[in-house]
């Protein structure tokens, strides 16, 4: 497809970098000879740390290594005093931020929220990335406007992590970045690519074709055009900066044809998400996955049942980094206690994953042996040493009836909303130095002023 089809480009630089290559190049239009792609992948690196702002929280991003995060950017949240649908704020994002650095199940945070109440829509991006900050202390992927809003996010790391070499040596964030199906790379994604291979910013190229609208309407053919989007930036990037961390992926999903929506529950995603992370092994790079996800516009059985799913078979798959976690209603939706349900949900995925060991001590023949026939085991030393590697539920009832209702009578989602107030009350994170937060926050204010 790069050969012969194509991808279009809206950049000057990427341009100039492709003309200056073996590219066949036409005004916009990009062709790509095969040998390219090739000689770009040998130099992508296999392995990416990130560090928290606290330098405490790290996450090695590996080979069938699987770390669970939020989504970003969700324009909608539920008020959870009104229970009503209003756009997402500053302090909700703050929520989220809360929420997630007190679960233990989550290793990355994106901000679950976009910052609706923001001065400016051009500089929301750096707002945002504040609020996560204030009460996050994990490694973070963050989004920005465009590239000067990447800069100004990447001069806030920097200062968090100690200068530029400390931030490249230990960066605190993925760049998440976007371009167009079918096979459209705009600007602002250009320039955001651009800059994270100069800076040696860990980024993801993220198409987000959806089957039979911008993709065509088999799997096979939308995986086959997401590959060609993601290896386009792959060669790009490294024509820019060879060795530069690119993580590859894709929100690869169906427009649902009677309702005329983009779904993030339809079982196709899940499957084409676990194809993606197999080629993406196949071609040795790191890959962004989708797992946690619904299309259910509240946190109910069908909330429950598609975020399983879907978290379930990403993490079976060895996706890298499994995003989206907690989104309702097709990714417009912010839910806290989505979060916490998945929270619960994500253990039990993790617990799955650890498989069984059939050592001498877990085959326990001699106990077998000892207590034999009638016996019991729960007063053994055994049953103490090992009954906790057992998954034990935070949010699950396994009381009998009659200690259930004398408990109240909850229901799963009563004791989710309990847990998130009961989080969103005690949680403290470790807070920033006062001065640090002084400067970050002259660079917002710097921002904020250039687009007044």
Known sequence: VLERTGITMFHDEALELFNNSNAVVRGNH???????????????PDKITLKGRNGQRSLHIQKDTVAFGTGSDLPFTYDRKTGERRRTTYNDVNNAAKL?????????????????????????????????????TKPMVVTSVDGEGL?????MGCLIQGGEEEFRLNPMFVAYIEPISPLKND?????????????KIPAMYTPCPSSCATAPSTIAGMLVQSLAETLGAVVLSHLKNPGAPLIMGGVTTLLDMKKSTYSYGAPELSLASAANTDISKWLNLLMFSTGGCSDSKILDEQAAAEQMMNLFYSYLSGANLVHDVGYIDHGTNASLESLVLNEEMMSMVKQFGKGINTDDEHLALDLIEEVGPGGEFVTSEHTFKHWQEWFLPTLQDRSDYETWVGNGSKSMLDRVKERTQHLLDTHEPKPMDENL????????????????
């Open 30 to 44: 990009v062709r790509i000879p095969p040998y390219m792609v090739r000689e770009a992948l040998n130099a992508y």
């Open 100 to 136: 997630v650095d007190g679960l233990s199940n989550y290793d990355f945070f994106m901000s679950h929220g976009i910052v609706g109440d923001a001065p400016n829509p051009q500089t929301y991006d750096r707002h945002q990335f504040m609020a996560m900050l204030d009460y996050c």
């Open 437 to 452: 937060v002084k400067e970050l926050r002259e660079i917002i204010h710097d921002a904020d002023e250039r687009h007044s």
């Open 187 to 199: 600007r602002t994604a250009v320039e955001k690519l651009l800059f994270a291979a100069e800076k």
């Open 151 to 155: 800069k100004d996010l990447w001069r």
